[in-house]
């Protein structure tokens, strides 16, 4: 049975449009007052509750080790695990939940560190996952659903699977270490501009002519947009090495002497 979405229904509003007075918010005005960091997984529990049962569900809480479980008619169960902090431990928690129902929500506090900063890839690996995302905003912690846990079936992207062969095909050598940051990565655009800093080498020259030398159909663009600082419009369609192209012909010798060799290796066959 497909999962129905439980967004039908929001929390009622007094008539001035202020939110009623009920016990819980008490408690939530206690667990978040000034000097009071600290936000209990308890205090949670009754949002989600009141709203889930404005939806017509039956709620109980801890019911075979998950935090909240409703039942509404002969629909699939639906569970909920609360967490005052959204991580790992949370989603490994209600995918465990998956084997019971396909119902499967995690609840947590919108302010969330994590939430805010990734919000994007959180939901889209719980859409992934099968998991729906409750979250409780502001101070009266408004039950807020964010997705509701529905079957995925991911669409592969011909287009980036074409990029990812032709760099790997086009790339030589291999000149990264998996994992390292604060390091320029060896892309094949680099190993191309390198090609058109080797050309360049001995002079000014037209980009025709960088063309050529290099072997590299894209060398205008290379030229033109100049992204790291290595070449410099002597006039129009000429360039030269600047000081840092020169420098970068010194840092990179070995990666020029893997990109050149070739190259003149073929030149030999020939």
Request: a positive charge; glycine letters at 8%; aromatic letters at 6%.
């Amino acid at each position: 049975m497909k999962p129905r979405s439980i967004r039908t229904v929001a929390t009622s509003r007094g008539k001035n449009g202020s939110l009623p007075a009920l016990p819980w918010r008490r408690d939530i005005h206690k667990a978040t007052g000034r000097g009071n960091v600290a936000i209990w997984e308890t205090v949670l529990y009754a949002p989600i509750c009141s709203y889930l049962k404005n939806q017509g569900y039956e709620v109980k809480g801890e019911v075979e080790h998950c935090d909240l479980v409703a039942i509404r008619g002969d629909e699939p169960p639906l569970i909920v695990e609360l967490k005052t902090k959204l991580n790992l431990e949370l989603i490994l928690q209600a995918a465990d939940r998956l084997i019971l129902t396909e119902s499967v929500y995690i609840a947590f506090p919108a302010s969330a560190a994590l939430w805010r900063r990734n919000w994007r890839r959180v939901r889209l690996l719980c859409r992934r996952l099968g998991i729906g995302i409750m979250t409780l905003d502001g101070r009266a912690f408004r039950v807020n659903v964010r997705l509701d846990p529905l079957p995925y079936r991911p669409i592969g992207s011909q287009v980036r699977r074409h990029r990812l062969l032709a760099e790997f095909e086009r790339r030589v050598g291999d000149a990264n270490i998996g994992g390292v940051t604060r390091k320029p990565i060896m892309t094949l655009y680099r190993q191309d501009a390198l090609r058109c800093v080797v050309a360049l080498a001995d002079g000014p020259l037209s980009i025709a002519d960088v063309r050529e030398a290099s072997q590299v159909t894209r060398a205008g663009g290379i030229l033109q947009k100049d992204h790291y600082g290595w070449f410099e419009r002597v006039r129009r369609g000429h360039y030269r090495l600047s000081q840092k192209g020169v420098n970068a012909s010194i840092g990179y010798a070995n990666v020029i002497s893997e990109l050149v060799t070739p190259h003149l290796q073929a030149g030999e066959r020939c």
